[in-house]
């Protein structure tokens, strides 16, 4: 992974590599989520497993301060 390709949460300093930013995964066609999330593939998924839940959702960008957070962090922001 590339630094860019790194997700760090403004609040709370979680990091993590994430394998894609948006709204349809390539390797989850049957999945289109309503806001772009950083995602990454389940680090102890089998290779070549076919299940539907395979990823791991990291975090998204806030809508009011455009910072990257995470997940857990939805619940801490002070929207004014």
């Known amino acids: 992974m590339t630094e860019e390709n790194v997700f760090t949460c403004y609040l709370c300093n979680f990091s993590s590599n994430y394998d894609y930013f948006g709204r349809e995964p390539p390797w989850l066609p049957q999945i289109r989520f309503n806001e772009d999330l950083f995602i990454r593939k389940d680090p102890f998924a089998e290779p070549?497993?076919?299940k539907v839940i395979n990823f791991i959702t990291l975090?998204?960008?806030c809508p009011s301060?455009?910072?990257s957070v995470c997940a857990d962090s939805v619940g801490e922001l002070n929207v004014e």
Do not use: L
């Open 65 to 67: 301060c455009g910072k």
């Open 59 to 61: 975090g998204a960008i």
């Open 48 to 50: 070549g497993t076919r």
